[in-house]
């Protein structure tokens, strides 16, 4: 496989209006980024991933985009977006683009003229069907965020198609003038400079409704063959498809380089195994390491030679790391730094999410109106109106909704936890005067300063980007463990993920060998015997052999 920058690159991905507001109207924006790119200078990463800025009425928090080519004027201007592309860049550090284009905002200029008559020009943007006889809608589809996938519009009588929120129309991407415009858009964000895009829900633009195919329609390579050949292909950037769907053999498809689509998928298979089979990420199940390790390792396998793994704990769509699979209580710094190293020595591309690197965990409103998150409150109704007890739905958002993700970040012990100095469009989490980056700056044993020890090591140690993924203590329900290796070089990685001690019988191969320790969270590990006993969350990982390149 070619060598690519991104290889070794680590993403750090931003939700801008929860990361910095520079100009004290609760809502952070691109000043307050700016502010801060010495901040991630430090850690290392080289690329962010911007959660969309483009102009939007904000129904789904940007992702109901009405203007491609603008700024929305809660996050600033084009003239503050370019300065931060350039200020990144003189840091070694690109912007990723989040590309929404599965679907609009309703108050998009397309929209707006399609809805007006039949026969506009832009009717076929979207996609519109008739009512069934009685009135009701043409199927029964269902949207991501409840309720009928199908929204009248009482202007034409006829329904249009929404997987999400009804102010958010899909595209219709059966209609080339539709391909041609978001080309044309591309092209003119990849002009000013940035390095690449993240493509939100990918995997459902090549839909077909009639046939009740949402993800992988028979269309969507071609679609995404198109677009590379039309806009990114011949730069040279990052691209990272969101596909909920995928499967090791469909994400070669997308991330085969000899086939022209994508860099890299991100893929949920890891997430997924802890949602109940009914009732989904609202009934989560208790996490399983077998199961994760299963998982894992089949990605890492299916991927080893053809295609790219984006490795990730969290989003903003995800609950806190250190909450759902550490303990966020008494070893919080123990095991966010454990999840980290297991995370990080792994083939693929890293993503930081914004606070990870401090160990920012979930929050717990009490009231369901304390919450933002538009997917969090369609679904409170819709299912408590069905009978669904109120606690039973606040539990679940405490462990899966996505505002876990979304308090504002957490930059001092002061107030609004320094993030703004209005008041928050979302509540802080009160545990910021314990858990914030100034503490984390001063202290040298801090999560931070593992996360950029990490990253350093990614950087400099061509084995943990290349080398061979080889599982070690496969059926242990307790401990994760795997080794990498390249030419002579081997780098062996133990975690625990238990709060419980753990004693191993290491493997003849292993035994009596002395190497050098990259990272851990307790005491260096130079030197193994033939037992190894590990301390609550312990991690390390050790290099035998070569050195760094």
């Not at 809660?74 to 070694?92: H, S």
């Amino acid at each position: 496989m070619e060598t690519k920058w991104w290889h070794k690159a680590v993403v750090y991905q931003i939700y801008p209006r929860s990361f910095c507001d520079a100009n004290g109207d609760g809502i952070g924006d691109l000043a307050g980024i700016i502010g801060k790119l010495d901040y991630l200078q430090t850690l290392g990463v080289n690329v962010i991933w911007l959660s969309p800025v483009f102009r939007s009425p904000m129904d789904d928090n940007g992702y109901d985009i009405s203007d491609y080519c603008d700024i929305a004027p809660e996050f600033g201007t084009l003239a503050e977006m370019d300065r931060l592309i350039a200020e990144a860049a003189r840091r070694d550090i690109r912007i990723v683009m989040d590309l929404v284009v599965n679907h609009t905002s309703d108050e998009h200029p397309w929209f707006a003229e399609a809805r007006k008559a039949k026969d506009n020009p832009w009717r076929d943007y979207y996609i519109w069907r008739a009512p069934r006889a009685d009135g009701s809608p043409p199927d029964a589809q269902r949207s991501y965020f409840g309720g009928s996938a199908w929204e009248l519009d009482p202007a034409t009588g006829e329904y249009y198609f929404h997987l999400f929120s009804k102010r958010q129309p899909d595209l219709n991407w059966a209609n080339p003038a539709v391909q041609k415009e978001v080309h044309r858009m591309m092209n003119w964000w990849l002009g000013r400079g940035i390095g690449g895009f993240r493509m939100d829900v990918i995997d459902l633009i090549g839909k077909e409704v009639d046939r009740g195919i949402t993800t992988n329609g028979p269309r969507l390579h071609t679609l995404l063959q198109e677009m590379n050949a039309a806009t990114f292909g011949d730069r040279d950037v990052l691209t990272v498809g969101e596909a909920w769907s995928a499967t090791p053999d469909i994400a070669r498809l997308y991330s085969d380089p000899a086939r022209g689509e994508l860099d890299m998928v991100f893929q949920f298979e890891h997430i997924t195994i802890t949602w109940d089979a009914q009732h989904g990420k609202w009934k989560p199940r208790p996490f399983e390491l077998t199961e994760f390790k299963r998982v894992i390792g089949k990605w890492q396998a299916e991927l080893a030679d053809t295609g790219w793994n984006s490795l990730f704990w969290n989003n903003h769509d995800l609950p806190r790391a250190v909450s759902k699979y550490g303990d966020p209580g008494r070893y919080r710094v123990e095991s966010a730094k454990m999840l980290a190293t297991a995370l990080h020595f792994l083939k693929g591309t890293p993503y930081i999410y914004q606070g990870e690197e401090i160990g920012m965990t979930n929050v717990r409103f009490d009231d369901i109106a304390d919450y933002q998150d538009i997917e969090s409150l369609n679904l409170y109704r819709e299912r408590t109106a069905a009978g669904v007890p109120p606690a039973e739905m606040l539990a679940g958002i405490h462990a899966n909704g996505r505002d876990n993700a979304r308090t504002p970040m957490q930059w001092s012990a002061g107030d609004n936890a320094g993030f703004s100095s209005g008041q928050p469009w979302l509540k802080l989490n009160p545990n910021h005067s314990e858990i914030n980056v100034e503490a984390a700056l001063a202290d040298p044993d801090s999560i931070f300063h593992h996360y950029r020890r990490l990253v350093a090591l990614r950087k400099a140690r061509p084995t943990m980007v290349h080398g061979d993924y080889q599982p070690l203590f496969e059926t242990h329900p307790q401990v994760l463990a795997y080794q990498r290796r390249l030419g002579d070089e081997a780098i062996v990685v133990i975690n625990n993920f238990g709060a419980e001690p753990v004693e191993l019988d290491l493997p003849a191969e292993l035994r009596q060998r002395a190497g050098e320790c990259l990272v851990s969270n307790y005491e260096p590990v130079a030197r193994l015997g033939e037992r190894l006993a590990l301390r609550p969350y312990e991690s390390f990982a050790i290099a035998f052999g070569a050195t760094a390149a």
